[in-house]
């Protein structure tokens, strides 16, 4: 089965701007979450859909959003770009939202630089 | 409020040492945990649930919800397995949420 597949890989935006990373989930896998990764925060929890619907929201500003298509492909959007989102963005996909019995299996994330 | 905490951040052994890697959670309620390993160049993925009763390349991690750990040991550490590792739990508050919460990761340095 091939894995979780994020793109692009890198990208380089200016502040104001706003970006759409993308993901596509393992074959079968109906949940995808997405989380933020820096050095000084560590692995932060965005958000997780589930069925093309928003089940959980991590305290981000608005400025982050995402969204589900129904073959389960997502996409994260952030606007307004500021300095400190500087950051690698993973995404995770799942049977069923991470639990015990449906683990996260995550993408090789997409290193955005704001400059 | 749900924490898990590592309070390594990096950890350097001998290769055949053994190994602890030490993470104690907070939680109300029954917890679901893992540990995720990271490697260089790689994708971060899982290396055991707390459902697990086999070893996994050699890691074992016990829950002890008295003590609310979940140490990540090993009996002899080998060179490969110099890597990130993170203890996460996973949120339950409102059901099947996708929502880890991860520790800070500890770097576990294998040296010859």
């Known amino acids: 089965k091939a894995g979780v597949t994020q793109t692009p890989r890198y990208l380089i935006k200016t502040r104001g701007q706003q970006v759409t990373l993308s993901c596509s989930p393992i074959?079968?896998?109906?949940?995808v979450s997405w989380y933020q990764q820096t050095p000084g925060q560590g692995l932060q929890f965005l958000f997780e859909?589930?069925?093309?619907?928003?089940?959980n929201k991590g305290n981000f500003p608005g400025r982050f959003s995402g969204r589900q298509f129904s073959n389960s492909r997502s996409e994260m959007n952030v606007s307004t770009l500021e300095l400190g989102d500087s950051a690698l963005y993973l995404c995770?996909?799942?049977?069923?939202?991470?639990?015990?019995?449906?683990?996260?299996?995550f993408g090789n994330g997409t290193r955005l630089t704001v400059t | 409020a749900q924490r898990v905490t590592q309070p390594e951040k990096l950890l350097s052994v001998f290769k055949g040492a053994p190994v602890e890697l030490k993470c104690n959670y907070s939680?109300?309620?029954?917890?679901?945990l893992f540990w995720y390993v990271q490697y260089s160049r790689q994708r971060l993925q899982l290396l055991l649930r707390h459902i697990s009763r086999e070893s996994i390349k050699g890691f074992t991690a016990d829950l002890n919800k008295g003590e609310t750990s979940f140490h990540l040991k090993k009996p002899f550490a080998q060179e490969e397995d110099s890597a990130m590792y993170y203890c996460?739990?996973?949120?339950?508050?409102?059901?099947?949420?996708?929502?880890?919460?991860f520790g800070q990761g500890t770097t576990l340095q294998v040296k010859p």
């Open positions: 074959s079968g896998h109906r949940s």
């Open positions: 995770a996909s799942s049977l069923d939202g991470g639990r015990l019995n449906s683990p996260l299996h």
């Open positions: 859909y589930f069925s093309e619907t928003q089940r």
């Open positions: 996460a739990l996973s949120d339950r508050g409102s059901g099947n949420t996708g929502k880890l919460i």
């Open positions: 939680y109300s309620g029954s917890p679901e």
